[in-house]
């Protein structure tokens, strides 16, 4: 399955209760840790077995040595030595219960988490390597929830999820079983009620599903909103529009707050049903045990110990719908973080890729077709070269697909027709990291992470010592932007270099690029927002550091391109013409019209 | 603490919905001793002998009560909750708007997606501690001096040796309220970084494909995972250790009663058919202590986020209406900037300083300079984004006097990033509109920003949906869609901040004569790189590396002059080799 022609739309995945597929898998990144969840298991195994002791223990003191006592079998000095020896016996239980019950919390939580670690780093090491398609599709929010609370999910489901509800019904049939043991009676009147109890546990857990669902939707477009916003605070004020995003927030929070209501409705309504029935079973087992009671049929420390058991029985019974919504929660978190382990980037390393050439390399573009929408072509029949040491330039119209031909070069996209080589061999045949590890690039767009400008300058390459820095930022005209910074290298960058210029966050991509002592310098519009004298001043500095690599140069100002060995014009994604900057002014076509609009007169 | 108070004042809005649900707490659990003692009282007359003949009746109780119990306990659940949900719209919106009104010197500094996450699991964590928290603690204490009393009245040693585990439990949360505190603001961070990380990472993706650093970058993002786990098992082992106490301290208690008791009935002073009430009294009166510790649990959390969620509420906004702020009428598109200086918070040296320049009405001012001199931050000040020294006027009045929606309404911005929403062509065109607007009021927009061919050739044509940040259209498309932003609130001075630098020659030409015609009588205010979109200003504002007014004057004037326009006239004109050709 390719990136492309998948269903964005993972938010709406639903999720079933019980996937053996999905369990199965889960299970592989479970079983590395599997002796954590062994001792989760024994822990819970410990409590339950605690509980179970305890009950009992009431019941052979009651019906013991204080019965005894009541009906004169025995001295109450005898029934108070026994009383002790019950009495130690449940501290001992007790003390164990509570040790037990630190391991309950802390050692689930652990055991999820090692799971959550692992599967998180994984999924975003994934991610890192799919198409750009993919990404440009989908919300940067949305993907942010799969590595975070989607993963965070799926913890639940071996922590309060699968672990607990498996111990949860195994309780509930041992309860039975004991209930069945102490009084058959009362144990045919609980089970009678068993039913009741579980179908409206059931059927809570359907509208509980539905509502969280929504109220999960809603949540994710307010917060995707406020992220847009926040964003985009500069436009939204100069153009004074805060109320009007105010109120389009408060649109969104109407539903959201809607929804909850709506679940809370249920809620509301399903504590006191499950309440009832149990006071109906409650009220049941008093008829039928006071009977019992009065013919002698029932001891009352039985009966109490019955008491104990009915409460343990009704809490597992109670929490079943919940349960089943966190493990439904948690398998629709799967299934949506399954399907990005399962998506295959188009754009990846074959099986043996080629060894990508240490050093030179022409880069051929081949009769190239290209559309990022199917029957919207932006690139057609493009064939040119850039051989070892060249500079080619681009020029054309605003949307002629300059920035998509630096996006096929770097194989961020892979062409529909045709081919792009590197001394001959298709792209694609080579490790896509290693490829553009060779390249510096700079973007149209370009980004600055929070951190400091050396992280943002070394990216975490190897083999960039301070001396190739310095050259950089020389080259680059950066380094009065950095000498500015309070700290020089070692100052902060705040999100996307948002305290910089627009410009000087452009010096500092060039430096960026320039710092891998690149084989093939993309710029595209890279010195859009930088002024002239600096830009030339780059042009000469890169020029003499880069000396025989190859470079391809977007741009609109046409002074930039004007020294280059090869000057491509492209038009609606076709070449135009092709020549040095003075074969295509004699020309007269559409380069020279171009030229002649910037220098003469712009109204001409 | 005392901020929680204050939040509280939210929530008394509501007070008809929290005095219900606060009676129906304590109803709730009246209703719940209630049953207790009529089990009890059948136990006791059966143990007594007596003949079950009396059950009836004494079921008849058990059901009414119970009905009771089942009324007050969706009263109790509805009344508090739905309070607290709509508290939380309430504090979403607050921050919300407060957030959008909040100046540069703030968002510029704060992660984005930390303040996603103050309107997220903050609200929450207040919401919970103040709503339902509260609540049902505070409604269940009501209930522990009736129980204790009568449970007195049965054993009062009993009672009294009782008040010790409870003393314990209040004593063990005190001592681990400090690790339970510094394990949850741990984990609370641990998490902001691991979505800050993951939001960086994807939206900067290009760059990380572009440079070959995935695998980088993921052992970064892994590490930050790593802490973020060894944080989340510290703050399980608190929470363990707190959970165990509590559990230890409630089941400490069974133990004492079970061995007081047992005493009671040996020495006859305690019928064998209390047992049960007992039992079930001692639980009822450990479910609300209990319900404490959970409280307990979320207070710290609570107190931590309702410091950051003040943050922001309780931040005023570097710019606002001054007090009786006038509206500006009557403006005619004049500026006058009188010793202007602006320095970043925090910045070492002024952006911009010691400006004075006056802008005509239906002037064009060009504003040039390298890179980083400030132009940007000059055009920010026509639309007060930022505060300065100095005076600026428009249209003869001192701008600081004046509301901060009349100073806006007549400005039409392209920013210099062309920043769109994640939203339909229409939709970010509307932006710039008071009223969405017709068809053919878009079409006329898309002419003039020079859009119409290239949105006749997408299928979607206005409804377009455009990526985040515009990453579906090209460089120029996006700038021109800021343009036709601009123009749709038919602007009175329109602020061009380089915004032409995406656009070629050809396109640019148009775009200017365009321009022309569309804001013919507006003031225009244009920073630019490319002198071809500046040399026919009516005026020119060089500014210098430090953010000086170097040099003024008309296009000839400057480059007659000499200095840096001359300079960089002459270097993109390279004039000596038009004439070579
Ligand atoms: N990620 C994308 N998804 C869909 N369409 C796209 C995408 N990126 C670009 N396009 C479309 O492809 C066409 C070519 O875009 P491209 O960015 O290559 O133009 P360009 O020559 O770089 O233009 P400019 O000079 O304005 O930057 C445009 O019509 C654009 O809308
Ligand atoms: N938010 C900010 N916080 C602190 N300093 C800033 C901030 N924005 C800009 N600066 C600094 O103020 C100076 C002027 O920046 P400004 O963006 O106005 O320059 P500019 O002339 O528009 O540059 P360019 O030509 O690159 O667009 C620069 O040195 C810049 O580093
Ligand atoms: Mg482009
Ligand atoms: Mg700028």
Redesign the interface.
Known sequence: MSATDQDPAEELVQGKAFDLRLFLRLMEWARPHAWQFVVSLLVLVGLFAAQLG?AW??RL??DG???A??DGRLP?AE??RE??R??AA??GI??A???L??????????AG??V??DL??AL??H???LD?TW???R???S??TR??SDVENLAELFTSGLVVLVFDLAKVVVLIVLLFWLDRELALVVTAFTPVLIGVSLLFRGGARRGFREVRAH?AK??GY?????????????????E???AR??GL??P??AA??RT??L???F???I??TV??I??AS??FG??S??TGDLA?GE??QF?FYLAMLVDPIRDLGERFNVLQAAFASAERVFRILDTRPAIAAPEGPAPVPPRGGDLVFEDVGFA??PG?PVLEELSFRIDAGETVAL??????GK?TIVNLA?R?HDPDVGRVTLDGVDLRRFA??????R?G?V?????L??GTVRENLL???AGIDDAALERALDASCAR??VA?L?GGLDARL???G???????R??LAIA?ALA?DPELILLD?AT???????E?RIEQATKNLLRGRSALVVA????TV?GADRILVLHRGRLREAGTH?EL??RGGLYA???A???DD??? | MRLLVRFYGRFLRYKARLAIGFAAVAATRVTDIAITLVVGEALNRLKAGEAPSFLPRLLAWFAAWGLAQALFSFLQRWCVVSASRFVEAELKRDLFAKLARLDFGFHDRTRSGDLVSRLTSDVEAVRMFLGPGLMFALGGLVMVPVTLVMLARREPLLTLVMALPLSLMALSFKLLYGRLHDASLAVQEAAGDLSHGAQENFAGVRVVKGYGREEHQAARFAEVSRRNRDDQVRLARARGLAHALSTGTSQVTFVVILLLGGRAILDGRMGIGDALVFIDLTMKLFWPVLTLGWIAGLYPRAVASAQRIEEVLGRAPAIVDPPGARALTGFDGSFRFEGVSFTYPGAARPALSGLDFEVPAGSVLGVVGPTGSGKTTLLDLFGRLHAAQGTLRMGGERQDELTLASIRAPLGYVPQDSFLFSDTWRENVNLGADAPLSDERLAELARIACLDEELARFEAGYDLRIGERGVTLSGGQRQRTCIARALAREPQVLLLDDALSAVDTETEARLVRHLRAAGAGATVVIAAHRLSSVRHADDILVLSADGRVAQTGTHDELVAAGGWYADTWARQQQRAELEEL
């Open positions: 305890g223990l009431w003191t009651l040595p204080l019965e006592f009541h109450r029934a108070l009383l002790y019950y009495v449940y501290a007790v003390l219960y509570s040790w019950s630190y391991f309950e919390i802390a050692q689930l939580g652990r988490q090692v959550v670690h998180r780093s975003f090491e991610m890192l390597r750009l990404f440009d599709a919300p940067t929010g993907l942010v590595v975070t949540l307010l917060n406020l992220q847009e916003v926040l964003s985009g605070v500069r436009v939204v004020q100069m153009f004074h529009r805060e009007r995003v105010g927030f408060a929070v109407e959201y707050l909850n209501l809370l409705v809620f509301a309504l504590f006191p049903a309440g009832l006071l109906a409650q009220g008093l008829w006071g009977h009671l009065a009352y009966f109490v008491w990022y929408v919207q020029v054309g119209a605003t949307g002629a920035s770097l961020f896509p990291p290693a490829l553009r590890a390249s690039l973007l149209q767009e370009d980004f992470f929070e990216m975490g390459r009065d932007v500015r309070d705040t999100e996307r948002a305290t910089l210029s627009t410009g000087e452009q010096l960026r891998g519009e859009a927002n930088v002024d002239s004298a600096t030339a609109h100002r046409l002074s004007r003075a002014l004699a019209r171009l030229y609009l910037q220098f712009a109204e001409a």
